[in-house]
């Protein structure tokens, strides 16, 4: 599977590293190598995440990276996986932060 990460994730992922580093920066650049590095693994276990509760579809699915969720979604007839955005482990996912077409 390919994987594919979204302009949302990567600008959440930015954003986070960039609010870490303003107290350790050497904690935000681990944070991010280990986030890429547990995203990596996911074609070759895509749905190793478990569903999102608020969205309960099965190919959208999430895995849990410190206090963030990273949400993605499964698209097996084009063996894609879509990195679609991050959240903070507490807060909800909003529908307008994920493709319609991937609902």
């Known amino acids: 599977m390919k994987l594919l990460w979204s302009p949302l ?24 190598l280990e986030l890429f590095e547990r995203v990596e693994r996911l074609p070759k276990h895509p749905r190793s995440g478990r569903k999102v509760p608020e969205i309960r579809i099965d ?6 990276h410190g206090s963030y ?6 698209d097996d007839k084009a063996k894609l996986i879509e990195i679609l955005t991050i959240r903070r482990g507490s807060e909800m996912l909003r529908k307008d932060e994920i493709d319609p077409e991937n609902t």
Not at 9 to 32: G, Q
Not at 59 to 64: K, L, N, V
């Open 59 to 64: 190919r959208i699915r999430e895995i849990m």
């Open 9 to 32: 994730a990567l600008e959440r992922a930015t954003d986070i590293a960039s609010y870490i580093a303003l107290d350790k920066p050497a904690a935000a650049e681990n944070w991010v």
């Open 69 to 74: 969720r990273v949400i993605y979604a499964i």
